[in-house]
């Protein structure tokens, strides 16, 4: 079955980098996506890469997969305050393409 | 242009009571979708539509019942609402089934 798993919290410290993680279990997700929730709002699309991808760049954010690891990572470069959301990976898979399966999320908080 | 937009945006039920979220979008998508969000679990599909006139189960369709009247409209509602049902749920929507889904900003469901 398909499972999607992230750790819930990461503290990043004002201009570093974050690098936020996700793996997931079925091999024949063709989609990944990354959303993000401010708080008290709904998810917004920042990226995503199609599966025959190994990398895709845009302007601050950087995605990885590894898809041998079945892992994804979303870097953001010089995090801002306005980083600061929870973060959602998210598959698709070539059949039954309608659903979605969502990670649990991860809570990114600044350090000043 | 509005996007995808929910109502209310909060409600507070008693144990058995029903209820409709009305979930509107103006982008002419075809697919519409329903979610719900609780606390360590990301997001879980409960009922999506294709088009006008359809409606199809999700991963967690019990207790919930939708309509699909008309394009831009998705309707969600509780027949007797359940203290399980407490949670915070997302319209979403999409032009195809494996495009970007929009989401509205969230209805948050309290069952007493």
């Known amino acids: 079955g398909e499972d999607v798993e992230q750790s819930l919290f990461l503290s990043v410290r004002e201009g570093d980098s974050s690098v936020i993680n996700c793996t997931y279990t079925?091999?024949?997700?063709?989609?990944l996506y990354w959303y993000k929730q401010e708080p008290g709002a709904g998810l917004q699309l920042l990226t995503y890469?199609?599966?025959?991808?190994d990398m895709k760049q845009d302007q601050r954010l950087t995605v990885l997969l590894n898809k041998k690891d079945k892992h994804l990572s979303l870097r953001i470069a010089d995090t801002q305050t306005g980083d600061s959301a929870i973060y959602f990976c998210?598959?698709?898979?070539?059949?039954?393409?309608?659903?979605?399966?969502f990670g649990t999320g991860t809570r990114l908080t600044i350090i000043p | 242009n509005a996007g995808v937009t929910q109502t209310p945006k909060f409600r507070v039920l008693k144990t058995g009571q029903s209820m409709t979220l009305l979930c509107a979008q103006d982008?002419?998508?075809?697919?519409m979708y329903w979610y719900r969000q609780d606390p360590g679990m990301g997001l879980r599909l409960i009922h999506y539509?294709?088009?006008?006139?359809?409606?199809a189960k999700g991963e967690v369709p019990d207790g919930y019942n939708v309509s699909r009247l008309k394009k831009q409209n998705f309707l969600l509602g509780l027949e007797s609402a359940a203290p399980s049902q407490t949670s915070v749920y997302f319209c979403?929507?999409?032009?195809?089934?494996?495009?970007?889904?929009?989401f509205g900003p969230g209805t948050r469901l309290t069952v007493l």
């Open positions: 998210a598959e698709r898979l070539s059949f039954g393409n309608e659903k979605l399966t």
């Open positions: 890469i199609f599966s025959n991808m």
């Open positions: 982008m002419n998508h075809e697919y």
């Open positions: 979403a929507s999409s032009s195809q089934g494996g495009d970007t889904q929009y």
């Open positions: 079925d091999s024949s997700s063709t989609y």
């Open positions: 539509s294709v088009g006008e006139g359809t409606t």
